[in-house]
């Protein structure tokens, strides 16, 4: 049997990169630093918890694939997590952690797919008159979507073809990310969900 521990999560700053500093400066204009720390605080919390619970998996970690979405299929996807963990990205330092462990880490995105994304963000991030920005990311909307539904396909996908039986692969997803619904019932999906008062939580970007 194969087996996939889907983890849904809420991206933090330092996961965001280059489009961490307009996402933060939108974030406090519309509901103040109070909130934004509230925020931090709660992806915090989550991570810890995430952290706690797959620490207590009963798996042998040579047995182990992680997926991580943003992560693409390039050849460097170890220096990439080390890079973005180095920048404070909790995400990627429980990646890291796993795979000093004897876990093998999976390219898991389509480059050109990310690219897009990206160009889709910076098109709306780049405006800076509210009114323009919403007309803009309104009629962006659905374009992100489809792209959003590839993007899962194309990481179904990479499990499909590298999840050998016997293994068990943890996917680290964005709560937008609908991975689970393009894989295939002889692949047996549990999620790893650590809960906290979402109300608090609001997703950096669809990412």
């Known amino acids: 049997m194969r087996e996939l521990i889907y983890v849904p999560v809420i991206h933090s700053e330092a996961d965001m990169g280059s489009l961490a500093g307009p996402h ?3 974030f406090t204009d519309q ?8 925020h931090i605080q709660a992806v ?7 952290s706690k619970r797959l620490g207590k998996l009963d798996v042998e970690h ?4 992680i997926y991580q979405d943003g992560l693409p299929l390039c050849g460097r996807e170890l220096d990439i997590v080390r890079d973005v963990a180095a920048q404070g990205s909790q995400n990627h330092r429980l990646v890291l952690s796993l795979v000093q462990r004897g876990a093998f880490l999976e390219g898991t995105e389509d480059v050109q797919l990310l690219l ?5 963000i910076q098109a709306i991030t780049r ?16 374009k992100r979507k489809l792209l959003l539904r590839r993007r899962d396909h194309f990481i179904a996908q990479r499990i499909v073809k590298t999840l050998q039986e016997g293994e068990t692969g943890i996917l680290f997803a964005g709560m937008a990310h ?5 894989l295939p019932k002889d692949i047996h999906i549990s999620y790893l969900i650590f809960r906290l008062p979402f109300s608090k939580l609001r997703p950096a970007g669809n990412l």
Do not use: T
């Not at 509901?31 to 509230?38: A, F, I, Q, S, Y």
């Not at 609908?178 to 393009?182: G, R």
């Open 44 to 50: 915090d919390e989550m991570w810890e918890g995430i």
């Open 62 to 65: 040579a047995n182990l694939r």
């Open 178 to 182: 609908q991975v689970d619904k393009y």
């Open 31 to 38: 509901l103040g630093v109070c909130v934004w720390n509230e």
């Open 116 to 120: 897009e994304e990206y160009h889709f």
């Open 127 to 142: 405006e800076h008159e509210p009114g323009e920005k919403h007309r803009k990311a309104k009629s962006l909307g659905n």
């Open 24 to 26: 933060k400066k939108e």
